[in-house]
């Protein structure tokens, strides 16, 4: 049992026979959205912490490993990556990293529900300190619809920053939305989406994997990496690309690039590309 | 708060605010050793679970891949690596994945408890294959007094398999026994030592290095990898060789051996060696 000293905040993992539990000193928000409850709360010792629907989205210790995660490997796959859409990713963190790269000239984010942002605006400043660039374009709608209203071949990468694959985001990991996000890309173009845990989910990957086979792309990668909030602390996103096959990371390109992360860089990436589903 | 449909083990990592639990059906084992408390659980999803004065140590379900990197980066790392050392490791899953390599002529294992080694024999006998391969040799006794009455220059690998650096471990932490596994080791010779959490412990790896680079070793990586069952799930090894600089593994040698990993590969072990302390 968790001591009486603290009060805890615990997520449990119902499938997985798991829990994660941290100290909280405030509870700052609560909100009920169109579409879920939204929860913000001050820890001890990870800073703020976002929930929606009971379930951990980020603390602001550890978040820059999806962040840098789910973005970096696939805007180094692609050559010349300037057309980007991010759907979902309503806490912008994701956003920031995205435009860390000089080569993009356009990313559009779109969240169904506008209170996550205007909540990560409030307790995560720091990853909304890009959402003024003029590159960035935020919009609140629905990311099935928003893809299958795209021209063809208009999008260099997609980035599926979703939640778990209940509630308002299922559909991001049907096959019908993995082809519109085909459709919708440039040759050479690149698809990522989260896509779990390598340890408790693997036959989630499994069907991540499959929905981007059949809808045609040539190549595809699950990338591992850490992530202490989110169930087993191993975290994964998978990538496809449309024609040819993933290259190894540059690490000149990397350095010409003048990023600093935390977490990434080219052998990272390297390493990651080499994830087994154990 | 846990719910109360389930029974619960939960480790509280007191410095880091956080808590991890296991849904657990059955309490199996119960032990007061010289030096410690042991408890083993079957729980619902991990197998079983081996705690020591309340600490996780390992579960069936994820110690393949702590023991697959304490182990294989720097057993590969070493071009001919024959007489090996395990300080503690009392499981015997670090015996297991140092018998793998057909290389090893000798490997001796030095556990304080033995309670420990019994323990894992009947709860994890999976891990205590190897136990009876005339390579291995089982000690009960000491790390520190053992590595003291090594002769100079007599082993080829160290691994420093231990609990946390408190209580009987503390001593493995210390700059006196680093300088001794120094000097027991043969010039090329490698020391690799479980170190804990890149996100939580930054300090208590930066000592760990400190020590290695005081004894003389000539270059020090610290390889992060995922594992659940730890503070953070985020996990480490720093290690550290007698003279020259670690090389990039070689491929053609890992797929010489014949090794069955589930996480290790040669590029995994590339990307862990990049890894950076955020």
Redesign the interface.
């Known amino acids: ?3 009486n000293s ?1 009060k ?1 905040f ?1 997520e ?1 993992h119902k ?9 909280i000193e405030e509870h700052l928000a609560h909100a009920k959205s169109d579409f879920q409850t939204i929860d913000i709360y001050r ?4 800073g703020n912490l976002m929930v929606i629907d009971g379930f951990v989205m980020l603390t602001t ?2 978040n ?2 999806y962040h840098e995660m789910l973005t970096h490997p696939a805007l180094f796959s692609h050559p010349a990556p300037k057309r980007v859409l991010i759907i979902g990713g309503g806490d912008c963190g994701t956003l920031k990293e995205v435009l860390a790269h000089a080569e993009v000239e356009h990313c559009t984010q779109v969240e169904i529900d506008e209170e996550v942002t205007r909540l990560a605006e409030r307790f995560f400043p720091e990853l909304c300190e890009r959402n003024d660039d003029p590159r960035a374009e935020l919009k609140f709608d629905d990311g099935l619809a928003h893809i299958q209203n795209l021209p063809e071949g208009s999008l260099d990468l997609i980035i599926v920053d979703s939640t778990d694959p209940i509630g308002p985001a299922e559909g991001l990991f049907g096959p019908a939305f993995v082809a519109d996000c085909h459709r919708a890309l440039a040759d050479g173009g690149i698809l990522v989406q989260q896509s779990e845990s390598p ?1 408790l989910h693997a036959e989630l990957i499994a069907g991540v994997r499959d929905n981007m086979s059949q809808a045609g792309f040539s190549d595809i990668r699950t990338l ?1 990496f ?3 909030c989110y169930p ?3 975290w994964s996103a998978t990538m496809a690309c449309k024609g040819g096959q993933f290259e190894l990371p540059a690490p000149a390109r990397f350095a010409a690039s003048g990023l600093k ?3 990434y ?12 589903i ?1």
Chains 1, 2 share one sequence.
């Open positions: 049992m968790l001591s603290h805890w615990t449990e499938d997985a026979g798991s829990a994660w539990s941290l100290v820890s001890r010792d990870w210790r550890d820059f490993l340890l591992g850490p992530q202490p087993s602390g191993w992360t935390r977490y860089n080219p052998e990272v990436h390297r390493g990651a590309l080499a994830t087994q154990p």
